[in-house]
């Protein structure tokens, strides 16, 4: 990004455009992967689908978690 | 400056993870416990019913974790795991829409997408599928439960983002306060629809055989050989309380991300005296 968006943006009071170049994208893409791991972990593995085959620990680890934050359980 | 958005809004979620953890562990475990203990006493009157009728008995599993450990660390990491990933989420789609969701300050725009976050993430699914505590949830249901809430999450997540689009769309047209209506209108009758469309828990074809037609899944009396309720229902106190405090526990997750990333965006997105001939290290 250069220097003037920002500036353009802050002038006029409203937000600017921030991203710019792959390294950008790639990092956004990286991130959503990280949140979407977590949720996955927090809130599904070892009930519909399970990574670790048939072992419940994460499930049970995250169990009152599960429940509390909405995610269908059991 | 992307870097600096999911650093920041990966911290904030971590901080709103903390609140909601502490509120969940002071209003939301008492009624998990309930739950809980109403699974069991459930469970110990139907092996009475069992054994009287002459039919085999089943055994509880041994459980990896204590109940202890699942209400004080379990609960606790869960929580705060979640709220970092939300906090992860939230930087990404906070990033896309700086400059692409018309004239909004940073901070607005900081509490516009955290309210996003809270009706796509979690309240927009819990309004066709309500977070449910223990004892509640057939496990035999569970892959088309998982499916259906994550379908409802992803449907939620494009209708926003669709809406969004729709009412800059109509901005031009009909100004920002019209287009606005026009635009929640829009995702409204759309989210209405798919919630009609979508089956509900107690319809699955599995729940269907072994129970006959009910809404959802919530346990109903337990009854002896000749119908008398032997055991109640579960308790609808226990059921809305715990449906309450995991909206409430949301809303201080989402709003604490909102309000804690609202400065720090201004600050990134505002104009420096000192720094402002220097190229910006983005």
Known sequence: ?74 | MERQFIVRGMAVGAIGGLLAFLFARIFAEPQIQKAIDYESGREAAQSLLDKTAGMPVEHEHAEPFSRAFQGNVGIGVGIIAFGIAMGALYAVAYALACGRTGKVRPRTLALLVAGGGFLALYLIPFAKYPANPPAIGHEDTIRERSGLYLLMVGISIVVLVAGTWLGQRLQARFGTWNATLLAVLACAVVLGAVMLVLPSFGELSANVEAYGHHATETPLPLRDAQGRIVYPGFPADTLFAFRFFSVAAQAVLWGTIGLCFAPLAERLLSPRPDTSAAPATA
Not at chain 1, 17 to 23: A, D, E, K, N, S
Not at chain 1, 56 to 71: C, I, K, M, N, S
Request: aromatic share 12%.
């Open chain 1, 1 to 74: 990004m250069s220097t003037s968006t920002t500036l353009d943006g802050a002038r006029t009071g409203s937000t600017p455009v921030v991203l710019g170049g792959t390294r950008a994208a790639l990092w956004l893409f990286g991130t959503v992967l990280l949140g979407v791991a977590l949720y996955y972990f927090i809130g599904i593995d070892q009930g519909a689908t399970s990574v670790f085959g048939n072992d419940t620990h994460v499930h049970e680890f995250v169990h009152d978690a599960r429940h509390f934050l909405g995610f269908p359980c059991h």
